[in-house]
């Protein structure tokens, strides 16, 4: 069960920006940083963002995150094809469980 | 380079226990302060964490799973391991491994691919 919401579907035409939402509570978001995961379809998930708004190396700085209070968002401008994918942010939670969103799929209009 | 590779039984029956084992190649899993973890994946649906385990081998467990699942490590084999118990449809998913990136709070950089565990009769 998803404790972290977020909306089911974004979608933009190539080039345009998109904007991903994130919402949890003072227990996980409100007191861990925020991490971002990019899930191609069939595929394991990809570490996008960690600590917030930090990029892996390789990971290109279209993408962005961001966090206020207990909520957190993912942007990503410039969008590509292959950006289309399923993403889930995530946090630690203060009982020491980790709690992924529901996950937004991005379509690339 | 680290690689995690998720191995077991892709078929059980209800009622019985689901039995996985994710190998570690690249890297000791006896060295570093990381942590090993096991995550699901329900068809068509979204991510769950089932739990995690060190290296000396306590583990955290997800509350909602706490009574059926059990995790182990063997360092001998560098491997670590996930036993669910009394598994029902609903534990049909991909099971992914992953290791976090070695500090507090670190997120998930390693994944394994992951396999598909059907529960059916």
């Known amino acids: 069960q998803s404790v972290l919401s977020q909306s089911p579907s974004a979608s933009g035409t190539p080039g345009q920006r998109v904007t991903i939402s994130c919402s949890g509570s003072?227990?996980?978001?409100?007191?861990?940083?925020v991490h971002w995961y990019q899930q191609l379809p069939g595929t394991a998930p990809k570490l996008l963002i960690y600590s917030n708004d930090q990029r892996p190396s390789g990971v290109p700085d279209r993408f962005s995150g961001s966090k206020s209070g207990t909520s957190a968002s993912l942007a990503i401008s410039g969008l590509q094809s292959d950006d289309e994918a399923d993403y889930y942010c995530a946090a630690w939670d203060d009982s020491l469980s980790y709690v992924f969103g529901t996950g937004t799929k991005v379509t690339v209009l | 380079q680290l690689q995690l590779q998720e191995s077991g039984s892709g078929l059980v029956k209800p009622s019985q226990t689901l039995s996985l084992t994710c190998a570690v190649s690249?890297?000791?899993?006896?060295?570093?302060?990381?942590?090993w973890s096991w995550m699901r994946q329900p068809p068509g649906k979204g991510l769950e964490w089932i739990g995690f385990?060190?290296?000396?081998?306590?583990?955290y467990i997800n509350p909602s799973l706490k009574s059926r699942v059990t995790m182990s490590v063997d360092r001998s084999k560098n491997h670590f391991s996930l036993n669910l118990s009394s598994v029902t449809a609903a534990d049909t998913a991909v099971y992914f491994c992953a290791r976090d990136e070695g500090y507090n709070y670190s997120p998930f950089n390693i994944w394994g691919q992951g396999t598909l565990v059907t529960v059916s009769s």
């Open positions: 003072t227990s996980n978001i409100g007191s861990n940083t």
């Open positions: 690249g890297a000791s899993i006896g060295s570093g302060a990381f942590s």
């Open positions: 385990l060190y290296q000396g081998g306590s583990t």
